[in-house]
DNA sequence: TCGCCGGTCT
């Protein structure tokens, strides 16, 4: 046995029993090391994650004068691409031309794609294929990878088919990448086609590709299928799970993915912090607290709880459950503080009215030295829409365009419609649509809105016409404007809106509120009193209306959208879903100083508002209330809103 | 002794 292949049989037999640091041992008592022994602890470190020893070792063995070969440089451009060392990489690559590795040798040029690819360096990376004498399936796939995951798609099915027209096969790795592609495109003519070829090429038992056909699917909503190819298969493995239940949660179906996960456990397969933030996602979607603190205490279980993903589902899952406290406690957990955490954050102040709260953080953003992105600017004009602060949001909104590279989307203008339109700033609002590039119904609809809560009829008018342009049938346009004559007092008007709205078969959505007592939810209707125990909460709602009277409330029947004698309307006012809801948590948790949360599917009524200010300050409870587009906070007899929304 | 794959957050 030779000097060198007893040295390899050696090195091989430490770091396959997982001591690295014993062959780097024996390797460094080398007096002259061989070439294959340098490229075999190089690639051994890349391989172990221990990446900035192998660019030292490579260093050292350029110092040592020991010219690299292919299978040095293979292994080094994955080192420099892992750690983002452009500059080091494109000094190897210069060597690796010298020495006519470049275009020559598959391995290093499809290395050489890879780390130009992860550098975001596409023309070179691409230029590299071109330039390669004999372009083999994993040199076209390198490429394939890379425009896929930087969102190039487009580019990725070019390049694939560029191979395919020259009678190269694909193989499982193309195949599941260009997928990923089909369903990010939405092209699900071409996601048949690249299926049948997986079968055709014997790869549908390749678990990645059977992985890649789900997620295709389900990126094309096509969960039926996706379900399909699920069940064919024999070994889903964590991945697989995750990708299933996440694109459910993607597509809507929210019960069925937490199902999934319950079963994807009862399977002994493990959740990771992938998994984990999906699940959340669905509990946060149908603000399932209960399941998503569950949740949380698997990830602490798991010890992932400083991971950025899991981290921002949970403080995304405590946002929308209305518990900013736990959602900062998790954030100022987290191991990494990067854009997208913070985002969050902010979002999670700015959607339950803690205006302030989410300017410090925005503050703080910008002392870290992190770039905002355009969802900080979402987040934090939202919070400044939502805590009524106009003039910071006006200011916010000039310095995006000034200080900032950041394209202004829709959505950040439809939020400064919001908050100049809610300000009374009417004018202003519509001159900032002539800014909006086709702007759409949101937008207009934005600025009816406005009009309603200003009973500004004349404008509404106008609005509407441009809201039913683009949007001819939309129930929300024709209830808002029956909401304004009414609040206007324009009855005719509003019997005239009622019968299109029946003409155009359009339905209202009934009023709903539900609360979640003791892990089960309750659910109750605007004036519906067949809950099986109403008799008692009405008992303590009139109770309750008795006592909040006292206190100052005073009914507010302008929120009553029917022509009804002022008695009448003041009965349907007491029979408001919130008010229901609320009654029956206080009867259910009587004794008891927990808070309350309650949800509700539309927007709270006013007069609702102020009669759950009273009943928190009469009660000493907290009341968290969720409506279609916020949080209310109530506590002792102020809201979190301060009565602007 | 070497290269290319699938799933997460605002």
Excluded at 350 to 371: I, P, V
Aim: charged fraction near 25%.
């Amino acid at each position: 046995m030779s000097y060198f292949s007893l040295c390899h049989k050696l090195f091989d037999g430490y770091v396959k029993c997982g001591s690295l640091a014993e062959a780097r041992r024996l390797f460094d008592d080398l007096p002259n090391p061989h070439i294959v022994a340098w490229n075999y602890m190089i690639s051994s470190h890349v391989s172990h994650g221990k990446t900035a020893e192998a660019i030292q070792l490579y260093e050292k063995m350029l110092e040592g004068g020991v010219i690299p070969d292919e299978y040095t440089f293979s292994s080094v451009f994955k080192a420099f691409s892992d750690l983002g060392l452009v500059r080091k990489g494109q000094r190897a690559h210069a060597l690796s031309v010298v020495l006519g590795f470049e275009i020559f040798n598959g391995f290093v040029a499809s290395a050489l794609v890879d780390m130009y690819t992860k550098f975001d360096k596409m023309r070179d990376a691409h230029l590299i294929l071109d330039r390669v004498v004999e372009k083999d399936v994993v040199l076209f796939t390198a490429l394939i990878v890379g425009y896929a995951q930087r969102g190039h798609d487009n580019e990725a099915l070019q390049v694939f088919e560029n191979m395919v027209s020259q009678g190269i096969k694909a193989n499982e790795y193309t195949l599941s990448s260009i997928l990923i592609s089909c369903g990010n495109l939405g092209n699900i003519v071409k996601g048949k086609l690249i299926h049948c070829l997986v079968i055709k090429s014997g790869l549908e038992s390749a678990v990645a590709s059977q992985t890649s056909l789900l997620t295709m699917y389900l990126r094309c909503s096509l969960v039926d299928d996706s379900i399909k190819v699920f069940n064919q298969l024999s070994h889903a493995n964590q991945v697989t799970w995750t990708s299933l239940i996440s694109g459910l949660v993607e597509n809507g179906r929210e019960e069925i993915a937490l199902s999934t996960f319950r079963e994807m456990i009862r399977s002994s397969i493990n959740p990771n912090s992938f998994t984990l933030s999906g699940v959340l996602q669905a509990c946060s979607s149908i603000a399932m607290l209960e399941v998503g603190e569950q949740i949380h205490g698997i990830i602490v279980k798991i010890g992932v709880e400083g991971d950025k993903y899991a981290g921002a589902a949970l403080i995304n899952l405590y946002g929308k459950c209305g518990n900013t406290d736990m959602a900062r406690f998790v954030f100022d957990a987290l191991t990494e503080v990067d854009v997208v955490s913070i985002n969050s954050m902010i979002y999670a102040y700015a959607q339950n009215g803690f205006g302030h709260e989410a300017l410090k953080l925005f503050e703080r953003m910008k002392s870290l030295r992190l770039e905002p992105n355009d969802v900080t600017f979402i987040s934090v004009l939202l919070a400044c829409n939502n805590s009524g602060l106009v003039d910071k949001g006006c200011q916010v909104f000039a310095s995006i365009r000034s200080n900032y590279k950041i394209e202004l989307t829709r959505d950040h203008y439809a939020c400064m419609i919001d908050l100049l339109g809610r300000s009374r700033r009417l004018e202003e609002a519509e001159m900032l649509i002539k800014e909006v590039r086709n702007p759409d119904m949101v937008i207009w609809r934005t600025l009816l809105n406005a009009c309603r809560i200003h009973g500004e009829v004349e404008m509404a008018e106008r609005v509407m016409k441009k809201v039913l342009e683009l949007a001819p049938g939309d129930e929300g346009t024709h209830i808002l404007l029956t909401n304004l004559y009414a609040s206007a007092g324009k009855w005719n008007q509003v019997i005239e809106m009622k019968s299109t709205i029946r003409d155009l078969k359009l339905k209202k959505s009934p009023a709903m509120s539900w609360v979640d007592v003791d892990r089960e939810v309750h659910t109750f209707m605007a004036g519906d009193l067949s809950h099986p125990i109403s008799h008692e909460i009405l008992e303590i709602l009139h109770e309750l209306i008795e006592k909040v009277k006292t206190l100052g409330y005073n009914p507010d029947t302008k929120f009553v959208l029917q022509d009804l004698e002022e008695e009448k309307k003041i009965r349907s006012l007491y029979y408001h879903s919130e008010k229901l809801a609320i009654a029956f948590a206080l009867w259910k948790t009587s004794g008891r100083n927990t808070n309350i949360r309650i949800f509700k599917n539309l927007r709270v009524c006013g007069d609702c508002h102020t009669w759950l200010k009273f009943v928190s300050s009469l009660t000493g409870r907290d009341i968290i209330a969720r409506d279609a587009k916020r949080f209310h906070h109530f506590k002792e007899g102020v809201c979190s809103c301060g009565d602007y929304w």
